[in-house]
């Protein structure tokens, strides 16, 4: 399974953007997928995750409210909308692919595949 983010970008406090993680090699229906951040100097961050059918999301926290996890099984993609968007969100952002469609957690031990990753700055 390879997985391909891309959408990240340098935008302003308060903008938004869309990223998105093609996945190849597996049906991503059999798949839960989710997104992880890291951040300069600091460890890598759940930030959401979603079931195989899109019919189940988790986010974390902190972008509760501001951020989406959605996703097209018929585009074996998913989605991060981004809104309200903050400097404190620079990071690079990273898909993540396991083969449990109907488990929903948010611990990266549980994840299978892992997309290369995509720089999202938000200058203040």
């Known amino acids: 399974v390879q997985l391909q983010a891309s959408g990240g970008g340098l935008v302003q406090d308060g903008a938004s953007l869309r990223l998105s993680c093609v996945a190849s090699g597996r049906t991503s229906g059999y798949m839960g997928m989710g997104w992880f951040r890291q951040a300069p100097g600091k460890e890598r961050e759940f930030v959401a995750h979603?079931?195989?059918?899109?019919?189940?999301?988790i986010e974390a926290e902190v972008v509760k409210g501001r951020f989406t996890i959605s996703r097209d099984n018929g585009k074996n993609t998913v989605y991060l909308q981004m809104t309200g968007l903050k400097p404190e969100d620079t990071a690079v952002y990273y898909c993540?692919?396991?083969?449990?469609?109907?488990?929903?957690?948010?611990?990266?031990?549980?994840?299978?595949?892992w997309g290369q990753g995509t720089l999202v700055t938000v200058s203040s």
């Open positions: 993540a692919a396991n083969d449990r469609p109907y488990w929903i957690g948010s611990s990266p031990g549980h994840y299978d595949y």
């Open positions: 979603i079931d195989g059918r899109g019919g189940a999301t």
